[in-house]
Protein backbone atom coordinates (compact mmCIF):
# COMPACT_ATOMS: atom_id res chain seq x y z
CA UNK A 1 0.00 0.00 0.00
CA UNK A 2 0.86 3.44 -0.78
CA UNK A 3 1.44 6.07 1.88
CA UNK A 4 -0.23 8.14 -0.68
CA UNK A 5 -3.97 7.74 -0.03
CA UNK A 6 -5.46 8.73 -3.54
CA UNK A 7 -2.68 6.57 -5.47
CA UNK A 8 -4.88 4.59 -7.51
CA UNK A 9 -3.77 0.92 -7.91
CA UNK A 10 -2.07 1.53 -10.83
CA UNK A 11 0.41 4.30 -9.71
CA UNK A 12 -2.23 6.66 -11.70
CA UNK A 13 -4.18 9.14 -9.83
CA UNK A 14 -7.62 9.24 -9.62
CA UNK A 15 -10.07 11.40 -11.94
CA UNK A 16 -11.33 13.59 -9.00
CA UNK A 17 -7.35 14.14 -8.46
CA UNK A 18 -6.62 14.36 -12.18
CA UNK A 19 -9.27 17.20 -12.81
CA UNK A 20 -8.32 19.50 -9.78
CA UNK A 21 -4.56 19.01 -11.17
CA UNK A 22 -5.85 20.33 -14.12
CA UNK A 23 -7.78 23.52 -12.84
CA UNK A 24 -5.18 23.83 -10.23
CA UNK A 25 -2.61 24.16 -13.04
CA UNK A 26 -4.85 27.10 -14.01
CA UNK A 27 -6.63 25.66 -17.27
CA UNK A 28 -8.35 28.36 -19.70
CA UNK A 29 -11.30 27.70 -20.61
CA UNK A 30 -12.66 29.10 -23.78
CA UNK A 31 -14.32 32.42 -23.92
CA UNK A 32 -17.77 33.03 -24.62
CA UNK A 33 -16.65 35.02 -28.35
CA UNK A 34 -14.40 32.03 -29.16
CA UNK A 35 -16.94 29.16 -28.39
CA UNK A 36 -19.72 31.29 -30.43
CA UNK A 37 -17.80 32.07 -33.35
CA UNK A 38 -19.15 30.22 -36.80
CA UNK A 39 -15.33 29.38 -37.77
CA UNK A 40 -15.70 26.27 -37.23
CA UNK A 41 -15.25 25.85 -33.88
CA UNK A 42 -18.84 25.80 -32.73
CA UNK A 43 -21.00 26.01 -36.03
CA UNK A 44 -24.52 25.44 -34.34
CA UNK A 45 -24.20 29.07 -32.63
CA UNK A 46 -26.22 31.58 -34.50
CA UNK A 47 -26.96 35.16 -33.19
CA UNK A 48 -29.90 36.36 -31.41
CA UNK A 49 -31.81 37.76 -34.69
CA UNK A 50 -32.26 41.95 -34.89
CA UNK A 51 -28.57 41.95 -32.63
CA UNK A 52 -25.45 43.52 -33.98
CA UNK A 53 -24.06 40.51 -34.66
CA UNK A 54 -26.75 39.34 -36.76
CA UNK A 55 -26.74 42.48 -38.90
CA UNK A 56 -23.31 42.28 -39.69
CA UNK A 57 -23.63 38.19 -40.19
CA UNK A 58 -26.29 39.27 -42.95
CA UNK A 59 -24.23 41.94 -44.70
CA UNK A 60 -21.35 39.85 -44.79
CA UNK A 61 -23.51 36.92 -46.33
CA UNK A 62 -24.72 39.62 -48.89
CA UNK A 63 -21.63 40.66 -49.70
CA UNK A 64 -19.66 37.49 -50.45
CA UNK A 65 -23.21 36.57 -52.42
CA UNK A 66 -22.53 39.60 -54.34
CA UNK A 67 -19.14 38.77 -55.16
CA UNK A 68 -19.66 35.53 -56.64
CA UNK A 69 -22.25 36.64 -58.85
CA UNK A 70 -20.18 39.30 -59.91
CA UNK A 71 -22.19 42.10 -59.11
CA UNK A 72 -21.38 45.60 -57.27
CA UNK A 73 -20.91 45.66 -54.24
CA UNK A 74 -23.68 48.13 -52.47
CA UNK A 75 -23.61 49.37 -48.89
CA UNK A 76 -26.39 49.89 -46.94
CA UNK A 77 -27.46 53.65 -46.93
CA UNK A 78 -27.32 55.28 -43.74
CA UNK A 79 -31.34 55.86 -42.77
CA UNK A 80 -30.49 58.74 -40.99
CA UNK A 81 -30.15 61.73 -43.09
CA UNK A 82 -27.25 64.14 -42.49
CA UNK A 83 -27.09 66.77 -41.78
CA UNK A 84 -25.12 69.51 -44.47
CA UNK A 85 -23.74 72.69 -42.94
CA UNK A 86 -23.92 76.00 -44.67
CA UNK A 87 -21.56 77.03 -46.45
CA UNK A 88 -20.13 80.36 -44.07
CA UNK A 89 -20.85 83.53 -45.66
CA UNK A 90 -18.47 85.41 -46.47
CA UNK A 91 -18.18 89.10 -44.82
CA UNK A 92 -19.56 91.79 -47.03
CA UNK A 93 -16.94 94.60 -47.84
CA UNK A 94 -17.76 97.70 -46.46
CA UNK A 95 -17.13 100.19 -49.00
CA UNK A 96 -15.14 103.08 -47.26
CA UNK A 97 -16.19 106.79 -48.23
CA UNK A 98 -14.52 108.33 -50.71
CA UNK A 99 -13.40 111.76 -50.51
CA UNK A 100 -15.79 114.37 -50.61
CA UNK A 101 -13.61 116.18 -52.98
CA UNK A 102 -12.97 113.94 -55.39
CA UNK A 103 -16.80 112.68 -55.15
CA UNK A 104 -17.39 116.28 -56.54
CA UNK A 105 -15.07 116.21 -59.22
CA UNK A 106 -15.94 113.22 -60.41
CA UNK A 107 -19.72 114.63 -60.65
CA UNK A 108 -18.76 117.56 -62.17
CA UNK A 109 -16.90 115.62 -65.17
CA UNK A 110 -20.08 113.56 -65.23
CA UNK A 111 -21.85 116.38 -65.75
CA UNK A 112 -19.83 118.45 -68.04
CA UNK A 113 -19.70 115.21 -70.42
CA UNK A 114 -23.82 115.26 -70.12
CA UNK A 115 -23.92 118.97 -71.55
CA UNK A 116 -21.52 118.47 -73.92
CA UNK A 117 -23.06 115.45 -75.60
CA UNK A 118 -26.16 117.33 -75.13
CA UNK A 119 -24.60 120.35 -77.18
CA UNK A 120 -23.55 118.32 -80.26
CA UNK A 121 -26.99 116.38 -80.19
CA UNK A 122 -28.52 119.83 -80.48
CA UNK A 123 -26.50 121.23 -83.35
CA UNK A 124 -26.85 117.97 -85.17
CA UNK A 125 -30.62 118.03 -85.39
CA UNK A 126 -30.56 121.80 -85.68
CA UNK A 127 -28.29 120.89 -88.83
CA UNK A 128 -30.91 118.22 -90.04
CA UNK A 129 -33.53 120.48 -89.72
CA UNK A 130 -32.12 123.19 -91.54
CA UNK A 131 -31.63 121.27 -94.54
CA UNK A 132 -34.93 119.54 -94.18
CA UNK A 133 -36.85 122.67 -94.07
CA UNK A 134 -34.72 124.66 -96.84
CA UNK A 135 -36.47 125.70 -100.02
CA UNK A 136 -35.59 126.26 -103.51
CA UNK A 137 -35.62 130.09 -103.50
CA UNK A 138 -38.59 131.89 -104.83
CA UNK A 139 -38.10 132.92 -108.65
CA UNK A 140 -38.10 136.74 -109.25
CA UNK A 141 -40.93 137.59 -111.65
CA UNK A 142 -40.17 137.54 -115.38
CA UNK A 143 -39.14 140.78 -116.74
CA UNK A 144 -38.55 142.16 -112.84
CA UNK A 145 -34.78 143.24 -113.65
CA UNK A 146 -35.45 144.09 -117.33
CA UNK A 147 -38.28 146.78 -117.61
CA UNK A 148 -36.66 148.97 -114.53
CA UNK A 149 -37.19 152.64 -115.34
CA UNK A 150 -35.11 155.55 -113.43
CA UNK A 151 -36.58 157.78 -110.79
CA UNK A 152 -37.76 160.39 -113.35
CA UNK A 153 -40.03 158.49 -114.89
CA UNK A 154 -40.98 156.35 -112.58
CA UNK A 155 -45.18 156.76 -111.55
CA UNK A 156 -45.16 158.20 -108.30
CA UNK A 157 -45.89 155.51 -105.66
CA UNK A 158 -47.23 156.45 -102.42
CA UNK A 159 -45.48 155.55 -98.97
CA UNK A 160 -47.00 151.96 -98.03
CA UNK A 161 -46.58 148.71 -95.79
CA UNK A 162 -44.25 146.73 -98.05
CA UNK A 163 -45.83 143.41 -99.30
CA UNK A 164 -43.16 141.37 -101.35
CA UNK A 165 -39.16 141.91 -101.50
CA UNK A 166 -36.32 140.28 -103.69
CA UNK A 167 -32.48 140.52 -104.05
CA UNK A 168 -31.98 138.32 -107.01
CA UNK A 169 -28.09 138.55 -106.40
CA UNK A 170 -28.26 136.40 -103.21
CA UNK A 171 -31.16 134.59 -103.58
CA UNK A 172 -33.11 136.39 -101.05
CA UNK A 173 -37.38 136.44 -101.16
CA UNK A 174 -39.47 137.94 -98.62
CA UNK A 175 -42.97 139.06 -97.33
CA UNK A 176 -43.46 140.74 -94.72
CA UNK A 177 -45.83 140.69 -91.50
CA UNK A 178 -48.99 142.73 -90.63
CA UNK A 179 -48.06 145.90 -89.45
CA UNK A 180 -44.93 147.40 -88.22
CA UNK A 181 -42.20 145.63 -86.66
CA UNK A 182 -42.46 143.71 -82.56
CA UNK A 183 -40.25 146.20 -80.46
CA UNK A 184 -38.86 143.93 -77.25
CA UNK A 185 -36.62 145.07 -74.54
CA UNK A 186 -35.66 148.58 -76.73
CA UNK A 187 -34.89 146.35 -80.15
CA UNK A 188 -36.65 145.32 -83.35
CA UNK A 189 -37.36 141.69 -83.17
CA UNK A 190 -39.85 140.98 -85.75
CA UNK A 191 -42.55 138.23 -84.60
CA UNK A 192 -41.87 135.42 -87.33
CA UNK A 193 -38.67 133.75 -88.99
CA UNK A 194 -39.86 133.35 -91.92
CA UNK A 195 -41.22 136.57 -92.57
CA UNK A 196 -39.96 139.89 -93.10
CA UNK A 197 -41.16 143.65 -91.32
CA UNK A 198 -41.38 147.44 -91.65
CA UNK A 199 -40.05 149.27 -88.65
CA UNK A 200 -42.45 152.29 -88.05
CA UNK A 201 -42.82 154.27 -84.74
CA UNK A 202 -44.57 157.71 -83.27
CA UNK A 203 -41.53 158.50 -81.64
CA UNK A 204 -39.42 158.14 -84.97
CA UNK A 205 -38.68 159.40 -88.62
CA UNK A 206 -38.45 156.41 -90.33
CA UNK A 207 -41.10 156.15 -93.18
CA UNK A 208 -42.95 153.42 -95.20
CA UNK A 209 -41.35 152.74 -98.67
CA UNK A 210 -43.08 154.83 -102.19
CA UNK A 211 -41.42 156.83 -104.24
CA UNK A 212 -41.37 159.99 -102.19
CA UNK A 213 -40.91 158.58 -98.80
CA UNK A 214 -39.47 161.33 -96.68
CA UNK A 215 -36.94 160.05 -94.68
CA UNK A 216 -35.28 156.61 -93.78
CA UNK A 217 -36.99 153.08 -94.97
CA UNK A 218 -36.02 150.26 -92.37
CA UNK A 219 -36.51 146.34 -92.67
CA UNK A 220 -35.74 144.05 -90.46
CA UNK A 221 -35.27 140.34 -90.25
CA UNK A 222 -34.31 137.25 -88.56
CA UNK A 223 -31.49 134.90 -89.30
CA UNK A 224 -31.68 131.51 -87.78
CA UNK A 225 -29.25 129.34 -85.97
CA UNK A 226 -29.41 126.32 -87.46
CA UNK A 227 -33.09 126.86 -88.48
CA UNK A 228 -33.98 128.41 -91.70
CA UNK A 229 -34.78 132.33 -91.63
CA UNK A 230 -35.77 135.54 -93.79
CA UNK A 231 -32.55 137.33 -94.13
CA UNK A 232 -29.98 133.69 -93.87
CA UNK A 233 -28.46 135.04 -97.19
CA UNK A 234 -27.51 138.42 -96.16
CA UNK A 235 -24.36 137.82 -93.92
CA UNK A 236 -22.46 134.81 -94.36
CA UNK A 237 -21.65 134.25 -90.28
CA UNK A 238 -19.17 131.55 -91.03
CA UNK A 239 -16.88 133.74 -93.49
CA UNK A 240 -17.56 136.75 -91.58
CA UNK A 241 -18.26 139.19 -94.45
CA UNK A 242 -21.60 140.18 -96.35
CA UNK A 243 -22.88 138.23 -99.14
CA UNK A 244 -24.33 141.54 -100.67
CA UNK A 245 -22.07 143.51 -103.13
CA UNK A 246 -22.62 147.44 -103.70
CA UNK A 247 -24.84 147.87 -107.21
CA UNK A 248 -27.01 144.70 -106.04
CA UNK A 249 -30.27 145.60 -106.28
CA UNK A 250 -33.64 145.39 -104.23
CA UNK A 251 -36.87 144.96 -105.34
CA UNK A 252 -39.86 146.09 -103.34
CA UNK A 253 -43.41 145.91 -103.51
CA UNK A 254 -46.00 147.81 -101.57
CA UNK A 255 -49.80 147.69 -100.89
CA UNK A 256 -50.37 150.97 -103.47
CA UNK A 257 -47.42 149.67 -105.79
CA UNK A 258 -49.81 147.14 -107.76
CA UNK A 259 -47.38 146.15 -110.65
CA UNK A 260 -44.85 148.21 -109.87
CA UNK A 261 -41.78 147.45 -107.55
CA UNK A 262 -39.76 149.92 -106.09
CA UNK A 263 -35.94 149.76 -107.05
CA UNK A 264 -33.04 150.00 -104.50
CA UNK A 265 -29.34 149.64 -105.09
CA UNK A 266 -26.83 148.57 -102.30
CA UNK A 267 -24.66 151.49 -101.50
CA UNK A 268 -22.79 150.72 -98.20
CA UNK A 269 -22.30 147.88 -95.79
CA UNK A 270 -21.88 147.48 -91.99
CA UNK A 271 -21.40 145.01 -89.12
CA UNK A 272 -21.88 147.08 -85.97
CA UNK A 273 -22.04 145.84 -82.32
CA UNK A 274 -25.84 145.67 -81.64
CA UNK A 275 -25.64 148.07 -78.31
CA UNK A 276 -23.83 150.65 -81.01
CA UNK A 277 -26.16 150.15 -83.41
CA UNK A 278 -28.72 153.14 -82.43
CA UNK A 279 -25.93 155.97 -82.50
CA UNK A 280 -24.16 154.92 -85.50
CA UNK A 281 -24.37 158.11 -87.97
CA UNK A 282 -22.62 156.17 -90.87
CA UNK A 283 -25.75 153.70 -90.61
CA UNK A 284 -28.84 156.50 -89.75
CA UNK A 285 -26.49 159.92 -91.22
CA UNK A 286 -27.17 163.37 -89.65
CA UNK A 287 -30.40 164.07 -90.71
CA UNK A 288 -33.05 162.80 -92.77
CA UNK A 289 -32.34 160.80 -95.84
CA UNK A 290 -35.06 160.68 -98.19
CA UNK A 291 -35.12 157.76 -100.45
CA UNK A 292 -33.19 155.57 -97.87
CA UNK A 293 -34.14 152.38 -96.95
CA UNK A 294 -31.69 150.22 -94.55
CA UNK A 295 -32.23 145.87 -94.42
CA UNK A 296 -31.22 144.87 -90.50
CA UNK A 297 -30.53 141.43 -89.36
CA UNK A 298 -28.31 139.47 -86.86
CA UNK A 299 -24.95 138.61 -87.58
CA UNK A 300 -24.70 133.99 -86.02
CA UNK A 301 -21.63 133.22 -85.61
CA UNK A 302 -19.63 130.50 -86.57
CA UNK A 303 -20.12 128.61 -83.40
CA UNK A 304 -24.13 127.99 -82.99
CA UNK A 305 -23.77 127.79 -79.70
CA UNK A 306 -22.38 131.46 -79.23
CA UNK A 307 -24.91 134.46 -78.72
CA UNK A 308 -25.16 136.48 -81.63
CA UNK A 309 -23.51 140.18 -81.04
CA UNK A 310 -23.41 141.85 -84.18
CA UNK A 311 -25.48 143.35 -86.66
CA UNK A 312 -25.55 142.77 -90.31
CA UNK A 313 -26.91 146.32 -91.79
CA UNK A 314 -26.44 147.22 -95.41
CA UNK A 315 -27.94 150.87 -96.87
CA UNK A 316 -30.02 151.11 -99.88
CA UNK A 317 -30.74 153.88 -102.57
CA UNK A 318 -33.67 154.53 -104.45
CA UNK A 319 -33.48 153.88 -108.24
CA UNK A 320 -36.60 153.88 -109.49
CA UNK A 321 -38.89 151.45 -110.78
CA UNK A 322 -39.95 148.12 -112.51
CA UNK A 323 -43.24 146.64 -114.07
CA UNK A 324 -44.03 143.02 -114.17
CA UNK A 325 -47.68 143.82 -115.80
CA UNK A 326 -47.13 142.68 -119.03
CA UNK A 327 -44.90 139.75 -117.77
CA UNK A 328 -47.12 138.61 -115.12
Not at 51 to 79: C, I, M, N, T, W
Not at 231 to 251: E, T
Request: charged content about 25%.
Amino acid sequence: MSDSPNVSPNGARPDSARHSAKRGHGVILPSKEKSRSTNGRDASFAPRRGSAQHEVAQRRRAEAAARAEGRPLHRKEDPTPRRVKPAPQRPQKVQRAQNPRREHRIQQSRTRRIVASLGVGIVVILAVVAVWQREAPVKPPEGLETNEVIAEQSPPIAPSAAEEMFIPAIDVHADFEDGACRVKDGAIDPATLDKACTYTAADKPYSLPGTNSPDVVVIAGHTGAGVPAVFDNLYNGSADHHRVKVGDKLYLRTADSGDNWLVYAATDLHDPVKEGLSEDSSVWGEGATPGRLLTISCIQPANPLQASVRNAVVGWQFQGTSNTASNS
